[in-house]
């Protein structure tokens, strides 16, 4: 019976982990977050260990978690572009400096850490499809703080690869554009501070304009939460030790789409539902830049498509589903909530 802990357990990636490992294990839940709003019912689970608290504060809770759990799972970090852009110095303090003595003391402890990279470390990469194993990770000048993203969590791997070779049992999973409910709150009507579909859903429960940033060309391979759950349960259950040492891409590359085809997709799928159709009617599809979108420091990537052949063959895993039953799913679940949203506009 596997301890698992989970920093960052109110998170997008954290719930959902939570809610499948005590549905379909037997494992211990150890969870650390300042927020618990998505936890619901989990938080009285009997496998369930909640503590509010703080990384960078509750050093102590932490260390001594770290110690008693089998699995470590650091998922505190910040992940909207628009924080990158107008606050670096933020985005490196947390998802670098305060995860560091996470990973020391894991390996310090001898557990297996599992961790959170990104599909950002690839950067500008000019590969058709991003392998782990040999892509180059290219990222644009100093005078774009876009980067600092992807430059603190590149560090962080090249420092767990480090401790790897002293020893240290780690698997790091790079997630591309998984989505689903509870990604970002639908709540949030600034521009720029959630992640794409849910910053479009918002709008379109509101009846607001569409911004298309630099025309909305950018393609995203979108994966559905359940699907990198899956993966994620499989390297966190790490039989006969097949994922440690290893860097998997968790992604579904049959879902890869332009900003402007999910724009296009989400309108088309609103009309089918009555909570959403009158609004959905009085959105109009605006074209923006980036600089004046996220900021002067804003850079993009114009296509992000994962490798995913090992992550398939030695997890046993793949991505099973559509873009269309995904976006299906994530209308299904915010029914419920478009009253609260539709009040942000007055």
Known sequence: MKKVLILG???????????????TTDWEVYGMDMQTERLGDLL????????????????????YHIKKCDVILPLVAIATPSTYVKQPLRVFELDFEANLPIVRSAAKYGKHLVFPSTSEVYGMCHDQEFDPENSELICGPINKPRWIYS????????????????????????PFNWIGA??????????????????????IVRGENISLVDGGAQKRAFTYIDDGIDALVRIIANKDGVASGKIYNIGNPSNNHSIRELAHMMLELATEYPEYAESAKKV??????????????????????????????ELGWKPTTTMADAMRHIFDAYRSQVAQARALMD
């Open 9 to 23: 357990v109110n998170g997008f990636i954290g719930h959902h982990l939570s809610k499948r490992i005590l549905e």
């Open 44 to 63: 009285n689970h009997p496998r369930m260990h909640f503590f509010e608290g703080d990384i960078t504060i509750n050093k102590e809770w932490v260390e």
């Open 151 to 174: 430059c603190a969590k590149q560090l962080m791997d090249r420092v767990i690869w480090g401790y790897g070779m002293e020893g240290l049992n780690f698997t790091l999973f790079r």
């Open 182 to 203: 509870g990604l970002d709150s639908i709540h949030t009507p600034k521009e720029g501070s959630s992640r794409v579909v849910t910053q479009f859903f918002g709008h």
């Open 284 to 313: 109009q599809l605006t074209e923006t830049t980036s600089a004046a979108y996220y900021g002067g420091g804003y850079q993009d990537v114009q296509n992000r498509v994962p490798k995913i052949t090992n992550t398939c063959e």
